[in-house]
């Protein structure tokens, strides 16, 4: 006995495309966060080498707080690639899909200013 003709969806390769961008902002949010971290804890380091040697530079008591955004800047990412991914999904399905322009334009800018903020704080 023949089982019955299972039925395709046709939307399945618009489905694994937007699995595979969750998946690149997931290794983007998760880079950013380990930037941040490891930002942050070199800030400590810096901060144990201006207590030890007297006169050294104190222009970079700041980088902690640079850190702490990146870590949040991840945070945000990862939570907004959640809501896209499941916009995305639905618009789909419903056939109404649309390219969010206005999500990838914040997020470059935001990371556009972390990036200054850094190198503003390596000169």
Same mark, same amino acid.
């Not at 880079?31 to 810096?46: D, E, Q």
């Given at each position: ?20 961008? /969750?998946?690149? !902002? /997931?290794?983007?949010?998760?880079? /950013? ?5 490891? +930002? ?5 380091? #810096? ?21 702490? @955004? #990146?870590?949040?800047?991840? +945070? &945000?990412?990862?939570?907004?690639? +959640? ?27 935001? +990371? &556009?200013?972390?990036? @200054?903020?850094?190198?503003? !704080? #390596?000169?």
């Amino acid at each position: 006995m023949e089982s019955p003709p299972q039925r395709k969806n046709p939307h399945v390769t618009e489905h694994l495309a937007n699995e595979r961008t /969750i998946l690149a !902002w /997931i290794r983007t949010a998760i880079a /950013i966060m380990t930037l941040g971290v490891a +930002i942050n804890r070199f800030s400590l380091f #810096l901060m144990e080498v201006h207590q030890i040697v007297p006169g050294s530079n104190a222009a970079n008591r700041h980088v902690e707080k640079l850190g702490i @955004g #990146l870590v949040v800047l991840g +945070i &945000v990412i990862m939570c907004s690639a +959640i809501t896209h991914y499941l916009h995305v999904s639905r618009t789909i399905e419903n056939e109404t899909y649309r390219p969010a322009n206005l999500f990838l334009v914040m997020t470059s800018i935001a +990371i &556009v200013l972390m990036g @200054g903020s850094a190198l503003f !704080w #390596l000169f």
